[in-house]
């Protein structure tokens, strides 16, 4: 079974930062869009910010609106991996965010859960005081 291995999670205060990392086999990461879900108890998971990863492409991420200006992903082509910078994290920020990969014929910008066929295991953002 592929493995999207995620690192990075943890806890931290209101205003902390902290920065997910995602790798994936090269041929996975090569396919279209990997990117960040997240999920918390009692809620569906939701988009976070997605970049393209097929080669030759420009990045084009897509962020979710709460998070725009606060969190940055990047892709390294070298290592097969995508990052998620998340500075000024709020409680509302709080969940486990999961990684996803290769989002099949749909274009990242609006490619949803369903669409997308490979999952990390997830991995628990808290921020609390």
């Known amino acids: 079974q592929v493995q999207l291995v995620e690192s990075g999670g943890g806890s931290v205060q209101p205003g902390g930062s902290l920065r997910l990392s995602c790798a994936a086999p090269g041929y996975i990461y090569t396919r279209n869009c990997m990117g960040w879900f997240r999920q918390s108890p009692g809620k569906e998971r939701e988009r976070v910010a997605i970049i393209q990863t097929r080669t030759g492409t420009i990045t084009f991420p897509y962020y979710r609106d709460s998070v725009k200006g606060r969190f940055t992903i990047s892709r390294d082509n070298v290592k097969n991996t995508v990052y998620l910078q998340m500075n000024s994290l709020t409680p509302e920020d709080t969940a486990m965010y999961y990684c996803?990969?290769?989002?099949?014929?749909?274009?990242?910008?609006?490619?949803?859960?369903?669409?997308?066929?490979?999952w990390g295991q997830g991995t628990q953002v808290t921020v609390s005081s």
């Open positions: 996803a990969a290769d989002s099949g014929g749909r274009a990242c910008a609006s490619a949803e859960a369903d669409n997308y066929n490979y």
